[in-house]
């Protein structure tokens, strides 16, 4: 049995007088401890799949199963990492990075264990008393992984969780987060728009078209890049090969993305 499995999935919305149809015909099956990246074209509905996979959604049509259990709605054998790191202002990050853990009702100090040891490997525990505006970007970023990870999630949610740092920033968290979900052997599904950020970070990059989102290709990346940290992927011979391969493949969808919704 795989660990997740997506079948024939589509998800359409519908308004008053039009409809939009982001996903369909996925067929995606992705295996437990895998590293996967969601690259396309802007709008190709790569942020809906996973709502879906989330369960903050339900496709419109076909199924979505985890450890073959269709998804009906989010549970915390799913954890979600954003852009925007949403912690709650008037909290300080320790009370942050437990408020998952205290709405599951695990309030015993082994349960939160793992959430302070995360917080230590990460550099942050000299910030745990501080509130998420005395931290730097980066920093929040580091303080919203260990949230996600704190609940000991099976499945990791990513979407685009470095694209509002600055580029030094990014890199560096890049190989934080690697590293971490590496260590906890989880499986991660990463959105992003950066080629480079998918190579030097996945085991397998799925490339959608241009919306309605469908799987045009899949590249799997050669194992020694899997198991280098992405900073170095990128300076490695096999990267830029790769990176031209994958931007040519997008830059052929950009031009064959259609329009906004249809009309009923
Ligand atoms: N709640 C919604 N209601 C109506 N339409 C929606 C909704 N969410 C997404 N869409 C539409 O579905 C399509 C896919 O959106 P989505 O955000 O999933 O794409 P994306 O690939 O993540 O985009 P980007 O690369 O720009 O971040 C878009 O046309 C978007 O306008």
Not at 43 to 52: A, D, Q, R, V, Y
Not at 216 to 230: G, M, S
Request: hydrophobic content about 40%; proline content about 5%; aromatic content about 8%.
């Amino acid at each position: 049995m795989a660990f997740l499995e997506l079948k024939q999935v589509e998800k359409t919305f519908f308004a008053y007088d039009s409809f939009t149809t982001a996903v369909e015909e996925i067929d995606l099956t992705i295996e437990e401890g895998e590293f996967i990246s969601i690259i396309g074209p802007s709008g190709c509905g790569k942020s809906t799949l996973l709502s879906l996979i989330s369960g903050l959604l339900l496709p419109t049509s076909g199924q979505i199963l985890l450890d073959g259990k269709v998804i009906q709605k989010p549970t915390p054998e799913t954890g979600y990492m954003l852009q925007q790191d949403y912690l709650f202002p008037w909290l300080t990050i320790k009370d942050n990075i437990t408020l998952g853990l205290k709405t599951l009702g695990k309030t015993k100090q082994e349960e939160m264990n793992l959430a302070f040891q995360l917080l230590e490997t990460l550099g942050l525990s000299d910030k745990k008393d501080h509130y998420p505006a005395q931290l730097s970007g980066g920093m929040r970023q580091r303080v919203a992984l260990v949230r996600m990870l704190s609940t000991d999630p099976k499945l990791l949610l990513l979407d685009e969780p470095f694209s509002a740092l600055d580029y030094q920033t990014k890199l560096k968290l890049e190989d934080l987060v690697f590293t971490t979900i590496r260590k906890h052997k989880k499986t991660a599904i990463l959105v992003t728009h950066d080629i480079g950020e998918a190579i030097a970070m996945s085991d397998r990059i799925i490339l959608l078209t241009g919306r309605p989102g469908r799987i045009k290709q899949e590249f799997i990346l050669p194992d020694d890049l899997t198991v280098t940290l992405p900073f170095a992927v990128r300076g490695d011979l096999q990267f830029n090969p790769l990176f031209q391969k994958i931007w040519k493949e997008m830059e052929s969808l950009e031009s064959e993305s259609q329009g906004d919704a249809n009309t009923v």
